[in-house]
């Protein structure tokens, strides 16, 4: 059972850029015994959780310059940390989408701040010992992922990735056998607007740093009619 108290002192992380709701949900949170830090963009967001891990952020979606569903998708590109969203958009598709990108829930604002924090217990209580440190490294045979230095090496060599052929890579990597559309990997990476090939053009820059024979890739294979898996060597034990 999660509980909030002073000897866990459990962080979470509101990023939400009207003051007043801020300080609406720190004092909900803090007498539930909650470590309460904020932030008002997405930038100050990632730089608060390089300082220090914490175990679930309280995400707005309507924020100034970048959405809360783009701070959700990098976020999740490096933390497995517990998201919960807290909007005023109610929409299903709206709640849909959060989903998709991995938030672990979606609240709307008319909820009572008392139930807020209800729900965050709820995710933590799921959540378990996942709740939010990077993870540190994923390791397949001669591939190795440091996801806290964003490395990767093949037979203890580093290979230069770009950011979004990481991302890419520890996505796939990170739920082994598991299918993805090329539509669902491009939401969760690039978003709604743009070219969805862009997804199969990385596939193949993935393939060409990290499989041992690119045009019969064993990793990254491609499921026909369906899209893309990670097949780790020897299976999934």
Known sequence: MIAANKASRLRVLV????????????DFLEAEGFEVRSAATGTDAVRLLELAPVDCVLLDVMLPGESG???CRR???RWDVPIVFLTARGEDSDKIRGLRLGADDY???SATPAEVVERVKAVLRRAGPRAARPAGRLRFGELELDLAAHEVLVAGKAMRLTAKEF???RLLAEHPRQVFSRDHLFELLWGDFGD???????????????????????????????????????GLG
């Open 69 to 71: 569903f783009e701070i």
């Open 15 to 26: 990023l939400e850029d009207e003051e007043e709701i801020v300080e609406l949900m720190r």
């Open 107 to 109: 609240v709307v604002k």
């Open 167 to 169: 991302s890419l890579l």
């Open 75 to 77: 976020l999740r590109s």
């Open 196 to 234: 969805r090939s862009a997804v199969g053009v990385y596939i193949r820059r993935l393939r060409e740093k990290v499989e041992a024979e690119p045009r019969e890739p064993r990793l990254i294979v491609t499921v026909w009619g369906v899209g893309y898996r990670f097949d780790p060597p020897g």
